[in-house]
C-alpha cells in the first residue's frame, strides 16, 4: 500500500501542475478591416515558465509589428496569483478567415483563435494623405423607426499627437444613442504609410420616421512638434501644432412601423430574439400552498434593455402570482447592442389537481429578414397533490350526483329536513331567551381575545410575518365570522391580508411591515368587533330584577 501510495503522489502532483499550466489567447477583436493590426493576448499564471513564447508560427500569415510583456501580481483573499502577459501586435497579409497558430511556450501550447479580414473600407483619396483625418460611418443606409443602427468614427493619424485630444459629444435630435464598448486603438497602413486609428461605435435609436441626420464630428488634437529643438525653442513654449479635423455629414433614411405589425402588440425591431424559462425548484412534485419561482428572461439583439416590454403575467386560476422586480442588462457585441430582461414571479399553488399555464408569445420584426416573427413558450401544466400540513376543503363540486345512491340521497333529504327544523328550534329558544335576565358566562378556555390581540400587536409592530400570520389565526377561530368574511367585507383588512401573504411567499419578506395589518385590525367597525368578555359592557347586573 505504502509503495502505491509514493508511485501515485509524483503523477498527482504533474497532473495538478499540467492542469495548472495554461497558456490563453485571446484578441480584442475578431473582425478587422485588411491592413489593420490586431492585439493577439498569450496569459499564463504558471511562475516557472520563463523566456518568451514561440512566434515562429505566426510568420505565414502575420506580420509581427510589436511585442511586449506585462507581469502582474493580484492578491484575492489573501492568496497571491501570479500572471504574465504577451501582448503581441499583429498585421494579417491576406483577407477572409485567418488562423492565428496554437503557439508553444515550455510544455504547454495556445489554442487557435480565426479572425475576418475584410477588404478596407477606407478611401485611399485626398484624405488619406494628410496627417489627421477622421471617418464616419454606418452599418446600414435605412433602418426601421426604434431599430438600430450602428455609427463608427475612425480617426486616422500618421503622425504622434498629445495626450490632449478631444471628440464632439455624439448628440442627435429625435434619437437615443448608447455607446458601444470602449474605444480601441490599433494600426493600419494606408499606401504604405502606419497609422495609428482610434475607434469609436455608437448605437443609434431614431424615435421618428423621416430623414434622419448625422451631423459631422469634430476632433482636435495637438500634433507633436517634429521640427528641431532650437527652432522649438525659438516659437515660444507651446510644442506644437493644434489641429482639427470632422467628419462628413451622414443622412439616415428611417422607415415606419410595417402595416403588417399588429396594432396590439409592442414595437420590437430586432436582429434576432430569443425567449426562455426556468423554475426553481422544478414543478414536476408540487404541493398546495408551495412556493415555486418562475423566471422568464428575454434576449434580444439590436434594442436595449430599456426598450424591452414587460412579458406577459401568469394570471391563472388556482395560482396566486407575487412578482419581483425586472432584471435589467446590456451587452455590447461586433454587431451591436444586446439587451436582455429578466422577470421572476412566485407562484403558490391555492387548490390540487391540474392548472394549465398559457403559452407566453412574443410578437417582434426581425429586421434582419424583414419580415414578422413570433417566439413562445409551449403551454404547461401544473399537477399539483394535496398537502398533507394543511387543511384544504373538498370543493363539494366535486361530488358526481350520478353516482350517489337512490337510498343514500333519500337519507340526505331527511337529515336536511331535521337540521332545518332543529335550527328553527334553535332560533325559536334564543329569541325567547333574549327576554329572560341574563346570567353568568362560563369560564372561557384558553387565551382571552385581549391577550390574542395583544399577541398580534407584538408580531405586527415586529415586523414578523410568520409569527403575526399565527396570532391572526389563533384569534381569528374566536371571532363570530372567518377571517375571509371580515376580509369581505373590509377592504383595508383584504388589502394588509394581501401584503402579509406576499410576504410569506416572495423574497421581499424582510422588508414587510405589519403596521397596517394591525391599524385594520383595530379599524374593524364595532358592530362585527367580538366583545371582550371581561369588559364592562359585558357584565350581566348583579340584582336582576
Same mark, same amino acid.
Given at each position: 500500500m505504502t509503495r502505491f501510495t509514493v508511485l501515485l503522489l509524483p503523477l498527482l502532483i504533474y497532473t495538478a501542475t499540467a492542469h495548472a499550466a495554461e497558456l490563453i489567447a485571446s484578441v480584442d477583436r475578431s473582425r478587422l478591416n485588411s491592413g489593420e493590426t490586431v492585439e493577439l493576448t498569450l496569459e499564463t499564471s504558471d511562475v516557472t515558465q520563463f523566456g518568451k513564447p514561440d512566434l515562429t508560427p505566426l510568420e505565414p500569415l502575420f506580420e509581427v509589428r510589436g511585442t511586449r510583456q506585462v507581469?502582474?501580481?493580484?492578491?484575492?483573499?489573501?492568496?497571491?496569483?501570479?500572471?504574465?502577459?504577451?501582448?503581441?501586435?499583429?498585421?494579417?497579409?491576406?483577407?477572409?478567415?485567418?488562423?492565428?497558430?496554437?503557439?508553444?511556450?515550455?510544455?504547454?501550447?495556445?489554442?487557435?483563435?480565426?479572425?475576418?479580414?475584410?477588404?478596407?473600407?477606407?478611401?485611399?483619396?485626398?484624405?488619406?494623405?494628410?496627417?489627421?483625418?477622421?471617418e464616419a460611418s454606418l452599418d446600414q443606409s435605412s433602418v426601421y423607426v426604434q431599430a438600430q443602427a450602428i455609427l463608427t468614427l475612425r480617426i486616422y493619424h500618421s503622425v504622434s499627437l498629445y495626450d490632449d485630444s478631444s471628440l464632439t459629444p455624439l448628440q442627435i435630435a429625435d434619437a437615443r444613442v448608447e455607446?458601444?464598448?470602449?474605444?480601441?486603438?490599433?494600426?493600419k497602413d494606408i499606401n504604405g504609410v502606419r497609422h495609428g486609428v482610434i475607434e469609436m461605435r455608437y448605437a443609434i435609436y431614431p424615435q421618428h420616421s423621416g430623414l434622419l441626420t448625422i451631423a459631422p464630428q469634430t476632433f482636435s488634437a495637438t500634433l507633436v512638434e517634429t521640427q528641431p529643438a532650437q527652432d522649438s525653442t525659438a516659437q515660444g513654449p507651446k510644442p506644437g501644432k493644434l489641429m482639427r479635423v470632422s467628419s462628413a455629414q451622414i443622412p439616415l433614411t428611417v422607415k415606419p412601423k410595417p402595416?403588417?405589425?399588429?396594432?396590439?402588440?409592442?414595437?420590437?425591431?430586432?436582429?434576432?430574439?430569443?425567449?426562455?424559462?426556468?423554475?426553481?425548484?422544478?414543478?414536476?412534485?408540487?404541493?398546495?400552498?408551495?412556493?415555486?419561482?418562475?423566471?422568464?428572461?428575454?434576449?434580444?439583439?439590436?434594442?436595449?434593455?430599456?426598450?424591452?416590454?414587460?412579458?406577459?403575467?401568469?394570471?391563472v386560476n388556482g395560482l396566486r402570482r407575487y412578482p419581483d422586480q425586472p432584471v435589467l442588462s446590456n451587452q455590447s457585441s461586433d454587431r451591436g447592442l444586446i439587451g436582455s430582461r429578466e422577470e421572476r414571479e412566485a407562484l403558490v399553488p391555492s387548490r390540487s389537481g391540474l392548472i394549465d399555464l398559457p403559452t407566453v408569445d412574443v410578437v417582434w420584426w426581425n429586421t434582419f429578414e424583414d419580415h414578422l416573427e413570433h417566439t413562445s413558450l409551449p403551454a404547461r401544466t401544473l399537477q399539483v397533490a394535496n398537502n398533507p400540513s394543511l387543511q384544504v376543503d373538498t370543493p363539494t363540486g366535486s361530488l358526481q350526483p350520478s353516482a350517489v345512491d337512490n337510498d343514500v340521497l333519500w337519507w340526505w333529504k331527511l337529515s336536511t329536513l331535521i337540521l332545518a327544523c332543529t335550527t328553527l328550534l334553535g332560533f325559536g329558544l334564543w329569541w325567547r331567551a333574549r327576554w329572560q335576565p341574563a346570567i353568568l358566562r362560563a369560564t372561557q378556555t384558553g387565551p382571552s381575545p385581549r391577550t390574542l390581540m395583544d399577541d398580534i400587536?407584538?408580531? %405586527?409592530? +415586529?415586523? /414578523?410575518?410568520?409569527?403575526?400570520?399565527?396570532?391572526l389565526?389563533?384569534?381569528?377561530?374566536? @371571532?363570530? &365570522?372567518? $377571517?375571509?368574511?371580515?376580509?369581505?367585507?373590509?377592504?383595508?383588512? %383584504?388589502? +394588509?391580508? /394581501?401584503?402579509l401573504n406576499g410576504?410569506?411567499?416572495?423574497?421581499?419578506?424582510?422588508?414587510? @411591515?405589519? &403596521?397596517? $395589518?394591525?391599524?385594520?385590525?383595530?379599524?374593524?367597525?364595532?358592530?362585527?368587533?367580538?366583545? /371582550?368578555?371581561?369588559?364592562?359592557?359585558?357584565?350581566?347586573?348583579?340584582?336582576?330584577?
Amino acid at each position: 500500500m505504502t509503495r502505491f501510495t509514493v508511485l501515485l503522489l509524483p503523477l498527482l502532483i504533474y497532473t495538478a501542475t499540467a492542469h495548472a499550466a495554461e497558456l490563453i489567447a485571446s484578441v480584442d477583436r475578431s473582425r478587422l478591416n485588411s491592413g489593420e493590426t490586431v492585439e493577439l493576448t498569450l496569459e499564463t499564471s504558471d511562475v516557472t515558465q520563463f523566456g518568451k513564447p514561440d512566434l515562429t508560427p505566426l510568420e505565414p500569415l502575420f506580420e509581427v509589428r510589436g511585442t511586449r510583456q506585462v507581469n502582474q501580481l493580484n492578491t484575492l483573499s489573501g492568496d497571491n496569483r501570479a500572471t504574465t502577459r504577451w501582448i503581441i501586435t499583429l498585421l494579417p497579409k491576406e483577407n477572409g478567415s485567418v488562423l492565428i497558430p496554437p503557439l508553444q511556450l515550455g510544455d504547454v501550447q495556445s489554442q487557435p483563435i480565426t479572425v475576418q479580414v475584410v477588404e478596407s473600407d477606407v478611401r485611399e483619396d485626398k484624405n488619406s494623405l494628410d496627417p489627421v483625418f477622421i471617418e464616419a460611418s454606418l452599418d446600414q443606409s435605412s433602418v426601421y423607426v426604434q431599430a438600430q443602427a450602428i455609427l463608427t468614427l475612425r480617426i486616422y493619424h500618421s503622425v504622434s499627437l498629445y495626450d490632449d485630444s478631444s471628440l464632439t459629444p455624439l448628440q442627435i435630435a429625435d434619437a437615443r444613442v448608447e455607446q458601444l464598448g470602449d474605444t480601441r486603438t490599433y494600426e493600419k497602413d494606408i499606401n504604405g504609410v502606419r497609422h495609428g486609428v482610434i475607434e469609436m461605435r455608437y448605437a443609434i435609436y431614431p424615435q421618428h420616421s423621416g430623414l434622419l441626420t448625422i451631423a459631422p464630428q469634430t476632433f482636435s488634437a495637438t500634433l507633436v512638434e517634429t521640427q528641431p529643438a532650437q527652432d522649438s525653442t525659438a516659437q515660444g513654449p507651446k510644442p506644437g501644432k493644434l489641429m482639427r479635423v470632422s467628419s462628413a455629414q451622414i443622412p439616415l433614411t428611417v422607415k415606419p412601423k410595417p402595416l403588417t405589425y399588429p396594432i396590439d402588440a409592442p414595437w420590437l425591431p430586432a436582429r434576432s430574439l430569443s425567449l426562455s424559462e426556468s423554475w426553481n425548484p422544478e414543478p414536476e412534485h408540487t404541493q398546495v400552498g408551495d412556493s415555486l419561482t418562475r423566471s422568464l428572461t428575454l434576449k434580444v439583439e439590436g434594442l436595449a434593455s430599456s426598450q424591452l416590454p414587460a412579458m406577459p403575467a401568469t394570471e391563472v386560476n388556482g395560482l396566486r402570482r407575487y412578482p419581483d422586480q425586472p432584471v435589467l442588462s446590456n451587452q455590447s457585441s461586433d454587431r451591436g447592442l444586446i439587451g436582455s430582461r429578466e422577470e421572476r414571479e412566485a407562484l403558490v399553488p391555492s387548490r390540487s389537481g391540474l392548472i394549465d399555464l398559457p403559452t407566453v408569445d412574443v410578437v417582434w420584426w426581425n429586421t434582419f429578414e424583414d419580415h414578422l416573427e413570433h417566439t413562445s413558450l409551449p403551454a404547461r401544466t401544473l399537477q399539483v397533490a394535496n398537502n398533507p400540513s394543511l387543511q384544504v376543503d373538498t370543493p363539494t363540486g366535486s361530488l358526481q350526483p350520478s353516482a350517489v345512491d337512490n337510498d343514500v340521497l333519500w337519507w340526505w333529504k331527511l337529515s336536511t329536513l331535521i337540521l332545518a327544523c332543529t335550527t328553527l328550534l334553535g332560533f325559536g329558544l334564543w329569541w325567547r331567551a333574549r327576554w329572560q335576565p341574563a346570567i353568568l358566562r362560563a369560564t372561557q378556555t384558553g387565551p382571552s381575545p385581549r391577550t390574542l390581540m395583544d399577541d398580534i400587536k407584538r408580531a %405586527s409592530q +415586529a415586523n /414578523d410575518p410568520h409569527a403575526t400570520r399565527q396570532a391572526l389565526d389563533a384569534w381569528a377561530r374566536q @371571532q363570530p &365570522e372567518t $377571517l375571509a368574511d371580515m376580509a369581505a367585507r373590509f377592504v383595508p383588512l %383584504s388589502d +394588509a391580508l /394581501d401584503g402579509l401573504n406576499g410576504a410569506l411567499y416572495s423574497e421581499t419578506g424582510q422588508h414587510w @411591515q405589519g &403596521e397596517d $395589518l394591525w391599524r385594520a385590525i383595530r379599524t374593524i367597525p364595532a358592530a362585527e368587533r367580538v366583545q /371582550d368578555p371581561v369588559g364592562d359592557s359585558g357584565l350581566p347586573p348583579l340584582y336582576p330584577k
